[in-house]
């Protein structure tokens, strides 16, 4: 697993929850190191314990840890990078959803080592989508859910959305846009930070 992937976790754990927590999770998890380097691969099974070691420790199930770590990742200002890459996206919601089918390659750009799943956006009728999420990563549908959540504020859009396992390696996350211009959004400069 990417180191990006395992130190997000260990920012949200800490940002979050303070840096004793982080600490206690790296022992349940018995790390044997406190720290993720971003631009490591790690086996994938490390980050499977990690995340038990979380759920634990904070007492929460994974699919809601996972997509608490998907809101931080699109607006707590530490992951600010990630925000900006989603928001180059689109001027809209909308917008932001279309562009979603090519993330993972706009993700590519930036980390070239950086493999996310496969995401589908299906448009059934106006305002109502399907993203489909496939591939080995397991835990990015219910953080992908999270992801969408933050960018619906983030743009000021009322949106619905829910989390559907349709098989395994693979999620359905449905979307209902209720009002695209429900709220003031977050501001966005394209040239520099906001």
């Not at 992937?5 to 927590?21: C, E, L, M, S």
């Not at 996310?116 to 591939?135: D, F, I, Q």
């Amino acid at each position: 697993m990417h180191g990006l992937i395992n130190r997000a976790i260990q920012g949200f754990v800490a940002d979050t929850y303070g840096r004793a927590r982080w600490i206690a999770v790296t022992h349940l998890a018995d790390l044997g190191f406190a720290d993720f380097e971003a631009m490591m691969i790690y086996p994938p099974e490390l980050t499977q314990r990690v995340l038990d070691a979380a759920v634990r420790e904070l007492g929460k199930a994974r699919d809601e840890l996972l997509e608490d770590i998907g809101i931080y990742l699109a607006s707590h200002p530490q992951a600010e990078a990630v925000r900006r890459l989603l928001r180059f996206g689109g001027v809209t919601f909308v917008d932001f959803l279309h562009s979603l089918d090519d993330l993972p390659e706009r993700a590519r750009l930036a980390v070239s080592d950086l493999a996310l799943p496969a995401l589908e956006l299906s448009e059934h009728a106006p305002g109502r989508y399907t993203l489909t999420v496939s591939g080995e990563h397991d835990g990015f549908g219910p953080m992908l859910l999270g992801v969408l959540r933050a960018m619906a504020d983030d743009y000021g859009a009322l949106v619905y959305t829910e989390l559907r396992r349709a098989g395994p390696g693979s999620d359905a996350l449905e979307i209902t846009l209720v009002e695209s211009a429900y709220a003031e959004g977050r501001r966005f400069v394209l040239g520099g930070s906001d």
